[in-house]
């Protein structure tokens, strides 16, 4: 066998060892071209059955992952920035981070999470953050509503997302402005069949029903996000149980005249001390909600600022907030921002208003699980209003707002991972 045999095999055997050994990096600060892609790369990976890397506060909350030829075709194909490193580069950044100076962790993804999203199977006049971005970024998720919940749908699921509903029965409190539209009238008359397939006599009753098989699903170990009314409506119907807060305009009998007294705060994820506000044509559900009529901003000074957390010592509220920025730009919706004073105690508040004592993104446990809130309906779209086209967000592949949205996705699929420095 001669010597050049040999060595032609020594050098084969060494490039094998060093592909195997190289990791994909993903940098997810201002380098990066496409931020919200490289979540659905992180995603796709998991369905590969491959483990990823989150390197929180690492240059945005970056990703990495070892290194195959058809791993790097998945990012050149989506267009996700990346590099590849050698093992010595990449212990190089393990040991950065686990330094005990550093406000960093690295969290290993590994379990794939099943994303499920409440919305109405009928066409509604407005269009949803989440699936906006789901889809746009290739992130798989099924659909279900009232009846599917109220069957116990939600125990195939990790992950349930909220969007713009309104779970005290009033259906949006649209009905003064929008009674004839034609989407209003199909979302009505479904909901009363789903109530009476499920044996309420009140859409509002079949309302705080799913509210309820929802916050089972929470206490058991799920993840739900919301955004919108979904959030202050679904406090108010848990709170208002037994309790009728809905007008006639609605259901066809009166609230009860003591329906604020005997609200209960101890049923709520977030919100306490709150009033409700029973009049049908005004478009507040309570005073939870900061409107933008109290707010005094414009679109020119409408910010939030996210809160730093201990990578180390709080791993959650750090995930839920990576980001390339740490100031987002606001947007309003029905339900567009939290005051500080009703929310309980123990839930954390993610990101604030600079200039108004609001809260946008908050977050808390129940149980074994975990509910995040984000105020506004949509972070690219201002005031975006009903029958507007949909955001393109090819448009805003590094929108800041859109990115705390897709921290939700990923963090169910998370634990710390063990490194050696």
């Known amino acids: 066998m001669s010597k050049t045999f040999l060595l032609s095999i020594a050098f084969f055997f060494l490039l ?13 600060d201002q380098s990066q071209k496409d931020h919200l892609k490289a979540y659905g790369i992180a995603y796709w990976m998991l369905q590969q059955e491959q483990e990823v890397d ?7 909350g970056s990703f990495a992952f070892q290194h195959s030829e058809k791993w790097e075709r998945e990012l050149l194909v989506r267009g996700v920035s990346y590099s590849v490193i050698s093992e010595a580069q990449y212990h190089a950044i393990l040991t950065e981070i686990a330094s005990v100076e550093a406000n960093m962790e690295v969290m290993k993804l590994e ?54 509903d309104d779970f005290t029965g009033q259906y949006g409190k649209f009905i003064g402005r929008r009674r004839n539209q034609e989407w209003l009238r199909s979302q009505q008359q479904e909901s009363e069949n789903v109530a009476r397939r499920f044996g309420y006599t009140k859409v509002s009753q079949m309302k705080l029903g799913v509210a309820k098989k929802m916050k089972e699903f929470v206490a058991g170990g799920g993840f739900m996000f919301a955004m919108c009314s979904a959030t202050d409506t679904y406090d108010i119907a848990l709170a208002a149980e037994g309790v009728d807060i809905v007008d006639a305009v609605f259901d066809g009998d009166g609230v009860d005249p003591k329906a604020q007294q005997k609200l209960d705060y101890s049923r709520t994820f977030a919100f306490r001390n709150f009033a409700i506000r029973l009049e049908p044509y005004d478009r507040g559900f309570s005073d939870i909600d900061n409107s933008r009529w109290e707010r005094s901003l414009s679109q020119e000074n409408d910010f939030f600022t996210l809160f730093t957390f201990s990578a180390k010592w709080d791993p959650i509220p750090t995930m839920l907030t990576q980001n390339h920025e740490k100031t987002v730009k606001g947007f309003i919706g029905q339900t567009t ?26 977050h808390g446990t129940l149980g074994r699980g975990t509910w995040t809130f984000y105020g ?3 972070p690219e779209d201002y005031m975006h209003s009903p029958g507007e086209e949909p955001t393109d967000l090819a448009l ?26």
């Open 16 to 28: 094998a060892h060093v592909s195997a050994a190289a990791h994909l990096f993903i940098a997810m």
């Open 376 to 378: 506004g309906h949509d």
């Open 396 to 421: 805003h592949p590094n929108s800041p707002g859109y990115r705390l949205i897709l921290n939700n996705i990923l963090f169910p699929a998370s634990k710390k991972k063990k490194t050696k420095t």
């Open 54 to 60: 989150w390197l929180l506060n690492y240059r945005g």
């Open 337 to 362: 921002a939290f005051k500080k004073e009703l929310i309980k105690s123990d839930v954390t508040v993610m990101g604030e208003a600079a200039v108004v004592d609001e809260a946008r993104y908050i």
């Open 111 to 164: 379990k794939l999470p099943r994303i499920a999203v409440y919305s109405p199977k009928l066409k509604q006049p407005w269009d949803d953050a989440v699936t906006l971005v789901l889809t746009y970024a290739e992130i798989p998720y099924d659909m279900l509503y009232d009846e599917e919940v109220l069957a116990g749908g939600l125990l195939k699921y990790d992950w349930l997302h909220l969007h713009h």
